[in-house]
């Protein structure tokens, strides 16, 4: 938000701070300042290398050479159409300055005139921004003839003095402008680009930093002072005396009425009505600080109800009465600004219906949800709640008669609805941000005194306000200890309540402790410990952050709980880690379509608000995440990621089931390519295999098999796909992604390997951390290679083996597949590395004894012959 320090000015005396002096406070107080841009206002100066604090641009005003000046006639340029001369005094001396601003064009050949015009005038010499190029680019003004007519200074436009972009006309100053007056001295400024955080809202505007100010700096926030009456205006109720301008007509309570059907979504609804309006400019001075501000100034009812919103921080929104009035279906009254028959114009608050349409002001027709807040009236749709009038009810020239409304929403609701809609504002801003209801009647009040200020308009008695849903404003109690334990400062009660009093809470203190209330503009204050921590918040920034000391927490620590699921997980990741597998992550949402590449889900938990149509629903399957980061990365010479999360299983009327999962991707060359690395192979079955057989040995598991996976694994490649199982408990699948599914994806040539576990059955196996003591005795190693039917596993045969040899059999490992016609069709040769520990040194015969043994038993179940 930006905001001018001329504006700040009218609330809060600023003497003795330096622009960077109040950036620094606001950033220190969590407003932070993101830049300063200077528009007239000296820029600080800096020698020996030193930097600008806070990001700075702008320009400096110099005050001999830029002063207000007025123009008293404009004559026709003798040998230009579109040039004029001006008769100009600058306070000292008349001159005669050379112009083409077409803003005062149709004055040409007119005469004196009557009022003389306030400008911006500009000396020979000044350096200004030059207002014919694109962008901001410095100028000198140099003594020049154009057209046969000497030119050596001009009057200036917006962009030349660094005030907007706007460069079609001069600027046109208030009446009251002092001739001769340093144009600095009266109007320079410098703009304030503040981050505006949500836990700030209420901050969104220049009564709202004023106070921060003053709080922080410990001086008075001023009351507002009318313009036309000279009379001070209280900043929170808007009472201005008895010089305030109103109506003697009808109240507004007898021409309109106001229906809340959900107080949910519209807590409060004011209504406020001006009369006899005109439309037209409003004074320069509020039109430099709306664009200073990072606004367009249109007409004076537009800029009243800008500048009310950024002065007070409620958006406000202006209905012509008249076309209320008109669309009221019973047959004309006899007096304008009348409802027929009496009859009162019904103001209605609620959700629209699916399908139905507004035109907007933007010109553009918005198909509605039943999400979306309407403000209507009995024929129909007005506006769109907090975010964008309606097109029929806009105000336009011929407006008369205002009727102003401003409100309070639901701000979740409020965010939605400008995001669905596309329609970021200044007012959804602040709306879906949380603006407290009580801020609306003070909106409203000084909108239409802005409104009468500004047009002579009527101001009609009274207001029309329903308020179903009052916020509650929370007492909060805090102790000298509290402050003592959290914030490690020594406060008394008296001090703490009279930091708290700067921001406006309501303080009594009673020995050493103090009741705050929370004042009626802040919704971001809690109750109960929530609430005591927001309060000390508060003590913490007027404190100041930075006057806080260093020190030691001096409470016992908490308990160390640990968390083992956590802890499991942090170690697989580690082990994975080690393997060379890289870990990912990756978004949790998907859609369908994304899934059913890999494999297809009937059901899903649907997100309501998704950021995306390709993010609308929350995954199935862990590995199609996966997958999806493989492809994105696919031209990478070698790929191996894992990712350990959640997938979400609907469970009806209830949350979702979200068991974890374990997603292992391999692809491309085994080996990069180096210089010492002619040829590599690319990862197959066996890769994946031997890094699952690791992760499982760190996890300190045992009983591991593998067999033939079942029909759920349609992925995989029949094949090249097995299934892990822990003491016969199934825990994943792994193997080579089928080609039907890889050609769905934009994979190079390389197989896909892939594996999938369940993480909680994994993680529920118990481990073995079984010690076996070294022997004293040598082991006697041996080899066997024996010929079996085709269709007999290996692992059956490993299982024998260890079971005939018992404990004298310690390691048995298969080293060699071997088939050839030589040994018959249909067969294949397995040779196997036998490992003998006995608790003595054993003898050929013994060992002998057991490969009998372990031959015959093989014989018997499997049909195996010891090859020769």
């Not at 009218?10 to 993101?34: C, F, H, P, Q």
């Not at 430099?288 to 007409?299: D, F, H, Q, S, T």
């Not at 309407?374 to 749709?381: A, I, Y």
């Not at 890889?742 to 994979?747: I, Q």
Request: glycine content about 8%.
């Amino acid at each position: 938000m930006k905001i001018p320090i001329s504006w700040l000015r009218d609330y809060i005396d600023l003497n003795g701070l330096s622009v960077e002096d109040i950036a620094r406070k606001l950033t220190l107080a969590g407003l932070e300042v993101d830049e300063i841009k200077y528009a007239g206002l000296a820029m600080p100066e800096y020698k020996n290398g030193e930097k600008h604090e806070f990001k700075t641009s702008g320009i400096a005003w110099d005050k001999e050479k830029l002063v207000v000046a007025e123009i008293r006639e404009v004559k026709e340029h003798p040998n230009a159409d579109r040039l004029t001369l001006l008769d100009l005094f600058d306070g000292k001396e008349n001159q005669t300055v050379l112009t083409g601003a077409p803003n005062i064009f149709h004055l040409k050949g007119t005469g004196k005139l009557a009022k003389p015009i306030k400008a911006a005038y500009a000396k020979e010499g000044t350096t200004l921004y030059d207002g014919h190029v694109e962008g901001l680019e410095l100028m000198t003004l140099k003594r020049t003839k154009i057209r046969g007519v000497e030119s050596y200074s001009m009057v200036c436009s917006e962009k030349e003095l660094g005030i907007s972009e706007e460069h079609e006309g001069i600027i046109l100053l208030d009446d009251d402008a002092p001739v001769g007056t340093p144009l600095a001295d009266y109007m320079g400024d410098a703009v304030l680009d503040i981050s505006i955080v949500p836990n700030m809202a209420r901050n969104a505007n220049v009564i709202g930093i004023a106070r921060e100010l003053a709080a922080l700096t410990g001086r008075e926030l001023r009351k507002r002072v009318n313009r036309e009456t000279g009379r001070q205006v209280d900043k929170e109720t808007g009472k201005q005396g008895k010089n305030a301008v109103r109506s003697t007509q009808q109240s507004v309570t007898q021409l309109v009425e106001i229906e809340i059907t959900n107080p949910e979504l519209n807590p409060r609804f004011v209504a406020g009505l001006i009369r006899d309006i005109e439309i037209k400019p409003s004074p320069y001075h509020i039109q430099r600080r709306l664009r200073l501000a990072g606004m367009r100034p249109i007409n004076y009812i537009v800029v009243a109800t800008n500048y009310a919103m950024l002065d007070i921080g409620n958006p406000l929104h202006a209905f012509d009465y008249d076309v209320l009035v008109g669309r009221i279906a019973n047959p004309p009254g006899e007096r304008d600004n009348i409802p027929p028959h009496g009859k009162k114009i019904k103001i209605i608050t609620r959700a629209a219906k699916g399908g139905e349409k507004l035109t907007t002001l933007d010109g553009k027709e918005r198909v509605l949800t039943s999400e979306n807040v309407l403000v209507c009236d009995e024929s129909g749709p007005l506006a769109m709640a907090g975010v964008m009038g309606g097109a029929e009810s806009e105000v336009t020239d011929k407006t008369r008669t205002i009727l102003l409304e401003g409100a309070a929403w639901n701000f979740i609701n409020i965010r939605k609805t400008a995001k669905q809609h596309n329609l970021p504002s200044e007012a959804s801003f602040r709306f879906s941000r949380g603006v407290h209801p009580a801020m609306a009647e003070q909106g409203v009040k000084r909108g239409l005194e802005l409104m009468a200020e500004w047009s002579g308009g009527q101001i009609a008695p009274d207001l029309v306000d329903v308020y179903p849903l009052k916020p509650k404003d929370p007492t909060i109690t805090v102790t000298t200890k509290d402050v003592k334990r959290l914030l490690g400062i020594d406060l008394t009660a008296k001090q703490i309540a009279e930091l708290l009093t700067r921001l406006e809470f309501e303080c009594k203190v009673e020995k050493d402790s103090v009741k705050a209330k929370t004042p009626p503009h802040r919704l971001d204050i809690g109750e109960g410990v929530v609430g005591l921590a927001d309060v000390l918040e508060e003590v913490a920034r007027v404190y100041g952050y930075d006057r806080i000391p260093e020190m030691r927490m001096s409470d016992s620590l908490p308990p160390q709980v640990g968390n083992p699921q956590h802890e499991w997980e942090e170690h697989a990741r580690d082990i994975l880690t080690s393997l060379g597998v890289q870990e990912v992550v990756s978004y949790r949402m998907t859609s369908p379509e994304r899934e059913s590449r890999l494999i297809s889900f009937d059901d899903y938990v649907a997100l309501a608000n998704p950021i995306a149509p390709e993010r609308r629903v929350m995954r199935r399957s862990l590995l199609a995440s996966l997958l999806e980061n493989v492809e994105k990365n696919a031209r990478a010479e070698s790929i191996s990621m894992f990712e350990i999360g959640s997938v979400f299983e609907p469970n009806k009327n209830n949350l979702p089931n979200e068991p974890r999962k374990l997603a292992i991707a391999m692809t491309g060359l085994r080996t990069q390519t180096a210089w010492d690395v002619k040829d590599s192979a690319s990862f197959d079955f066996y890769d994946m295999k031997g890094r699952l057989e690791l992760l499982l040995s760190g996890l300190r598991l045992s009983g591991i098999s593998y067999n033939t996976p079942t029909d759920s694994s349609l992925f995989l490649h029949p094949g090249k796909s097995a299934q892990v199982s822990v003491n016969g408990q199934t825990v994943g699948v792994f193997g080579e992604l089928h080609p039907l599914v890889k050609e769905k994806y934009d994979f190079e040539d390389s197989p896909v390997i892939v594996a999938e576990f369940d993480l909680d059955t994994l993680r529920n196996l118990q481990p073995t951390y079984g010690v076996t003591p070294v022997s004293e005795f040598p082991p006697v190693l041996e080899d066997i290679a024996i010929i079996v039917d085709e269709s007999v596993a290996a692992e059956r045969v490993e299982s024998l083996i260890k079971q005939t040899g018992g404990k004298i059999v310690t390691r048995v490992r298969l080293f060699d597949v071997y088939r050839d016609e030589k040994i018959g069709a249909g067969k294949k040769s397995l040779a196997y590395s036998l490992t003998y520990q006995s608790e003595k040194t054993m003898t050929d015969a013994e060992a002998a004894t057991i490969r009998t043994k372990i031959v015959k038993r093989l014989e018997h179940e499997v049909g195996a012959k010891l090859r020769s």
